[in-house]
């Protein structure tokens, strides 16, 4: 098997699009895992495949309209029967996630609340024991009054750097809303961290994802594992 990092996130995107069914409402994730998934279900709606895309970003939404992928929203349909979407890190054994280093994490996390059953896709490096090992935890706030809630994360025991672009200008989300990574020592209770961070006035939502997760479909030198 290809083990390079591209060819695991194909292997990976591959394997996930074959949970899709007709006629399912299905949301699609952001990132580069995701854009393999896009992929894979463009190729089987080539092939005859009917389902609802409800995408997480501006980016997935061209790249599945692009490959010919049916895109409703929430004035059509109030639940998704499956969402697939990558992550930065996946806790081994409880399935928690980092989320929003591709800055989506809002629309994601709207997506995912309002699904049925959410599918994580990755390759193996995404494993982690502890969040927070690798990954900061992205946080989307408010624009205004942004350095005040900067202070009350750093507040929470976190580094936060407020996001910007390669010129140095502060990154933009879809809905118009600022990212702060927070880097925190590996997270201990992320449970409790996800509600103390969602508290603070100002925060939109956070990039913990606490028991979303039915599954992860996992790529790695042996081929695609799921890990329940
Ligand atoms: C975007 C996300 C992505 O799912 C996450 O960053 C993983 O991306 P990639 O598959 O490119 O590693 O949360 O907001």
Not at 43 to 53: A, H, P, Q, T
Not at 140 to 145: A, D, H, K, R, T
């Amino acid at each position: 098997m290809p083990a390079d990092a591209e060819a695991l996130k194909r292997l990976v995107g591959e394997a996930a699009a074959e949970l899709v069914e007709n006629d399912m409402v299905v949301g699609l994730g952001t990132g580069s895992t995701a854009n393999c998934l896009i992929d894979s279900l463009g190729e089987r709606v080539r092939n005859g495949l009917r389902f609802i895309g409800i995408p997480t970003s501006k980016r997935s939404e061209e790249r599945a309209r692009a490959l010919g992928i049916t895109i409703e929203g929430f004035d059509r349909h109030d639940r998704i029967d499956l969402c697939i979407d990558g992550a930065d890190e996946i806790a081994r054994g409880s399935l928690h996630l980092v989320k929003g280093l591709g800055g989506a994490l809002l629309r994601e996390k709207i997506v995912a609340a309002a699904s049925d059953r959410m599918v994580v896709v990755a390759d193996e490096s995404k494993l982690v024991d502890h969040l927070g090992t690798h990954a900061p935890v992205p946080v989307e706030i408010s624009s205004f009054g942004w350095e005040s809630t900067v202070r009350q994360l750093a507040q929470l025991g976190a580094r936060p750097t407020p996001r910007r672009d390669r010129d140095g200008v502060l990154f933009v989300t879809d809905g118009g809303n600022m990212i702060v990574d927070c880097a925190f020592a590996p997270i201990e209770d992320p449970p409790t961290l996800e509600a103390s961070i969602r508290a603070i006035v100002g925060v939109f939502e956070c990039g913990l994802f606490i028991s979303r997760a039915e599954c992860a479909l996992v790529a790695g030198p042996d081929g695609v594992v799921r890990i329940d």
